[in-house]
């Protein structure tokens, strides 16, 4: 059984970095599925912020984050990070780690497994 928990959100400034965690289930997570993040903020649909590939080698971000977030992966700690900088106000939403058999895609509707997600709020 797949399990999935975020942490570290929070409530930051604008322009400030901040890291969240996803603990992932088993020894053989990591090469098993792909990992997500996603995002929803209030009155708007989930969205995906960034993947990572089984093998780590491919990653994919969404154009609102590049050059400003950073997914890796832990494997001895079997956790999933995503490192946020220059945080702005719109991104602003609860952040989901989600996992997948296969490859890195962006539909939120193709992950089976789910966190609980995570508060981050960036005030201005």
């Known amino acids: 059984q797949v399990q999935l928990a975020e942490s570290g959100g929070g409530l930051v400034q604008a322009g400030d970095s901040l890291t969240v965690s996803c603990a992932t289930s088993?020894?053989?997570?990591?090469?098993?599925?792909?990992t997500a993040w996603f995002r929803q903020a209030p009155g708007k649909e989930r969205e995906f912020v960034a993947g990572?590939?089984?093998?780590?080698?491919?990653?994919e971000y969404a154009d609102s984050v590049k050059g400003r977030f950073t997914i890796s992966r832990d494997n001895a700690k079997n956790t999933v990070y995503l490192q946020m900088s220059s945080l702005k106000p719109e991104d602003t939403a609860v952040y989901y780690c989600?996992?997948?058999?296969?490859?890195?895609?962006?539909?939120?509707?193709?992950?089976?497994?789910w966190g609980q997600g995570t508060q981050v709020t960036v005030s201005s």
């Open positions: 989600a996992a997948r058999l296969g490859i890195v895609t962006t539909t939120p509707e193709d992950y089976p497994y």
């Open positions: 990572l590939r089984r093998d780590g080698d491919y990653i």
């Open positions: 088993g020894r053989t997570f990591s090469s098993t599925y792909a």
